[in-house]
């Protein structure tokens, strides 16, 4: 239906299975390229040895800010650490905003709050700013950081409403769908358990137009200052949700299944990539459980599908779904139990239909701009009951838009137990179909969520039992990722620790990143390693590597005050939880106030 048809006009014209290059990158290859001389050679030119980056000089990493933005941090750091002022922030700014009135009350918050956070309110009103984090080496990740300001009430009726099809609503669909891929009504507010990340539901399709034309005043913002800029979008902006959530389900159900024929044929335990069934045994298994005929069996299993090993690989296996199941027509999932495909729903109503071709014809439109633009798209990460159909729908704009250069980077979330496999199998499916792997790195913003719903509804918990676990992860996709960039010159990755756990964690990562680039060869110069920060934290790391050349982004919200107020609400609560870890950056903030007072530079200009 729309989802078969849609599809294929996101892919592009390229061969499938084409391999990478394998050949290691050189250590003195040039910043920009070889500059071609008569004779057909080159002319290259020696790279510079690897900057020295100081985390701990608070000169440098203060360089850039005034001193009453210096105080202003301060201020606001040890306020957010206040538990007694947080407990009671939403009352105590109603009453300010009583007594004050709308135009002071704005005045204070960019003074305190919404000015450390927040980049400005609209297009125009940042470009100082990200000009100005320019000039000391600090790129931007535009994110316009508007949210409504919906009840809990009002937030789970419209993600019931939006969530559930007509066909469950009205009880005339057979209702074949697994508990986690389902809306409940305890869950029903997607802001509960979650600090940083924005949140959007939906109302209807012009909202979602709406959603597309802000993202599209994004990326000409962003194109405006500089041509290696990004901004982050977030498909539930872009839809209805209900699509998301069916497509899910069917991706992860394939999956298990695969994983079910695997233990069959005694390959349990095994990493994705390292998992390849016998096709001779896979074919009498599908047979046996009736999913298809002989002659279909027959079809399915051509020799251009399978090549010459006899073995087939997870990617082999979607690759194989799409093309011959007809899946993505009927949403159907197998049941080993019965034996048969069955579709998750009996019919979808025209509307419904439409509603999931104009979410990929948004996400066209915005890649298109963005490749218009030489604007990076960074398709954040979201619940895990969205992220499968979200990390494909990415996926097929990265085949159509990844063709010479990244241009559409995914977010895995490392604080999955899938993470390490949902890498692995990206990396490899760049390399054979031959197109560029771009990636985001985090360790994820939705733990707290994610573990109350698997623990309430009754399903696995998809996060790493321990933070060790988590951590684990992180290191070891980001170790992996590495060494595909030394091997592979048209993968980038932007490795971010922003918002997810302590600032103490994102020094120590960012120590461990630059010490695994320079074993690698990885240069900055190179530009294919980012680094990226949330708008107001870590600047003591952000700016020395900005300076010393590395390729850094801070993470810029922007927005009018009082629509950025729910944003800024979570982000004061993220920093209550991290007092701890910021205890170091305070530190450094003083260290550079008192040398200022010292020295008589407390008038201090920016150069």
């Known amino acids: 239906m729309a989802l078969r048809r849609a599809l294929p006009a996101l892919r592009p014209c390229i061969p499938r299975f084409v391999p990478l290059s394998t050949a290691p990158a050189s250590r003195e290859q040039p910043a920009a390229g070889p500059a071609a001389v008569p004779g057909g050679g080159s002319a290259t030119a020696v790279r510079p040895p690897v900057p020295a980056v100081d985390f701990g000089n608070a000169q440098e990493a203060y360089r850039s800010r005034r001193t009453w933005e210096l105080a202003r941090s301060l201020l606001v750091l040890r306020l957010c650490a206040w538990p007694a002022l947080l407990a009671r922030h939403e009352q105590l700014l109603y009453v300010s905003r009583k ?45 316009y950081g508007v949210e409504e300001d919906l009840s809990p009430e009002e937030a789970e009726h419209k993600e019931m409403e939006s969530c559930t099809s007509a066909a469950e609503r009205d009880g005339s669909g057979t209702n074949k769908r697994d508990k986690q891929y389902q809306a409940h009504w305890a869950f029903g507010d997607r802001r509960n358990g979650v600090i940083s990340a924005r949140t959007y539901f ?11 034309e802000t993202f599209l005043r994004c990326i000409e ?27 899910s389900e069917v991706l992860a159900k394939w999956r298990c299944f695969f994983h079910q024929m695997a233990v069959e044929q005694g390959q349990a335990g095994l990493a994705a990539m390292d998992t ?33 090993s ?51 014809q948004r996400m066209d439109v915005l890649a298109k701009k963005a490749t ?18 979200i990390s494909r729908l990415t996926l097929e704009m990265q085949r159509k838009f990844n063709v010479e250069k990244p241009l559409i980077f995914n977010t895995y979330q490392c604080y999955l137990k899938d993470a390490y496999d949902n890498v692995t199998l990206d990396v490899e499916l760049a390399r054979r179909e031959g197109w560029c792997f771009g990636a985001k790195l985090v360790r994820g913003a939705y733990l707290a969520q994610e573990r109350a719903r698997a623990a309430e509804i009754g399903y696995e918990d998809p996060i790493n039992p321990t933070y060790e676990a988590t951590n684990a992860m992180y290191h070891r996709c980001l170790d992996y990722v590495l060494e595909e960039l030394k091997h592979n010159a048209k993968a980038k990755v932007m490795v971010a620790s922003h918002n997810e756990d302590t600032v103490r964690f994102a020094l120590r990562s960012s120590w461990l990143h630059l010490h695994r680039m320079e074993e690698l060869g990885l240069h900055p110069a190179d530009h294919r390693v980012y680094f990226g920060q949330l708008l107001g934290m ?10 010393a050349g590395y390729p850094v982004y801070k993470y810029v919200p922007y927005g009018p005050v009082m629509e950025v107020l729910p944003y800024l609400s979570r982000r004061a609560l993220e920093n209550s939880s991290l007092m701890k870890g910021t205890h170091r950056e305070r530190q450094l903030l003083w260290l550079e106030l008192l040398r200022r007072l010292r020295t008589g530079n407390l008038f201090h200009r920016p150069a």
């Open 202 to 212: 939906y109302a209807n399709e012009a909202k979602c137009d709406s959603h597309m």
């Open 276 to 308: 390849k069934l016998e096709v001779a045994v896979l074919q009498e298994s599908v047979a046996k459980l009736g999913i298809a005929s002989r002659a279909e069996i027959e079809d399915w299993f051509t020799a251009e599908t399978l090549g010459v």
């Open 99 to 143: 007594l004050l009135g709308q135009r002071l009350f704005n005045k204070l918050m960019k003074m305190t709050f919404y000015g450390h956070f927040v980049a400005g309110e609209d297009q125009e009103s940042i470009q100082p700013l990200l000009r100005h984090y320019r000039a000391f080496g600090v790129s931007a990740i535009l994110d």
């Open 538 to 547: 870590c600047d003591q790391i952000s700016f020395p590597l900005g300076q």
């Open 310 to 360: 006899g073995t087939m690989d997870l990617l082999d296996w979607s690759s194989l779904i799409d093309s011959r199941t007809k899946l993505s027509k009927h949403l159907v999932v197998p049941n080993a139990q019965t034996g048969q495909l069955e579709p998750l729903l009996s019919r979808f109503t025209e509307e419904e239909e439409l509603q999931m071709t104009r979410m990929l």
């Open 372 to 389: 218009e633009m030489g604007v990076r798209l960074m398709v954040d990460a979201e619940q895990t009951y969205f992220q499968p159909a």
């Open 221 to 247: 913002a962003s194109g405006r200052v500089s041509d290696d800029g990004f901004i982050a979008i977030k498909l539930t902006a872009l839809g209805r949700p209900q699509f998301l959530l069916q497509f």
